[in-house]
């Protein structure tokens, strides 16, 4: 069955080190999304892309980087952790119909990271 | 700015309850609307979802909401609730340009026993 999955699961690590979160789906779907979870806020978009070597900011997209190599992943990268990027991260993905970008969006099972 | 907007943060029911929770957005072209779910502990799950026909929809487990144009609504139902539906439910919306799901704030639901 195809499926979209996350790594790690839990990661610690300390203010300043560059931590990479890897996305991969086997849905084969163009769009791929990261977003953040945290109390209070819901879901907020963090990068997005619609295909390969295609990338867009989202909403708080301060800190944080992605590329899209390939169809499958979407690795997104904290490039100096801050305390503030504590959170749940949840990855994404949804199938795009003629250049339409609105379909359902799938989501995985998270990564929860705590920086120190 | 467009946005969605959960007004219970918190709801409490007990068994066999039923459950409304509302959510409006502001936005005055077309959108597709998503009802999802988080169990604790587990990744978002599609509860149902609208794009066209008919405006009330029917999801999994029993869920159903209602897309109401005119008030910008699409409030989740459901007649009877069970403990197992202690979940957080998130309402979102997509614009149809630009494809970006926008969520709410999300409603934690506990049921008791």
């Known amino acids: 069955d195809a499926e979209i999955t996350q790594s790690p699961r839990h990661k610690i690590t300390e203010t300043g080190r560059q931590v990479t979160l890897a996305c991969h789906q086997t849905?084969?779907?163009?769009?791929m999304f990261w977003y953040r979870q945290d109390l209070g806020h819901g879901l907020r978009l963090i990068h997005y892309s619609y295909g390969v070597h295609d990338t867009n900011k989202g909403e708080v997209s301060d800190g944080y980087s992605v590329s899209r190599s390939n169809t499958e992943d979407l690795p997104l990268t904290l490039e100096s952790a801050a305390s503030s990027q504590t959170s749940v991260y949840f990855c994404?993905?949804?199938?795009?119909?003629?250049?339409?970008?609105?379909?359902?969006?799938?989501f995985g099972p998270g990564t929860r990271l705590t920086v120190l | 700015a467009q946005s969605v907007s959960q007004h219970n943060h918190h709801v409490i029911l007990s068994e066999a309850a039923s459950l409304e929770l509302g959510c409006n957005y502001s936005y005055g072209g077309t959108v597709n609307l998503f009802w999802y779910v988080q169990y604790p502990g587990q990744h978002l799950q599609l509860l149902l979802k609208?794009?066209?026909?008919?405006?009330l929809v029917k999801g999994i487990k029993g869920f159903e909401a209602e897309f109401i144009k005119s008030k910008f609504s699409f409030n989740l139902r459901k007649p009877s609730v069970q403990w197992s539906d202690t979940a957080e439910y998130f309402c979102?919306?997509?614009?149809?340009?630009?494809?970006?799901?926008?969520f709410g704030q999300g409603t934690e639901l506990s049921v008791k026993p």
């Open positions: 994404a993905s949804s199938e795009s119909n003629g250049g339409q970008t609105t379909d359902t969006q799938y």
């Open positions: 609208y794009f066209s026909g008919d405006p």
């Open positions: 849905w084969n779907h163009n769009n």
């Open positions: 979102a919306v997509i614009l149809n340009q630009g494809g970006k799901l926008i």
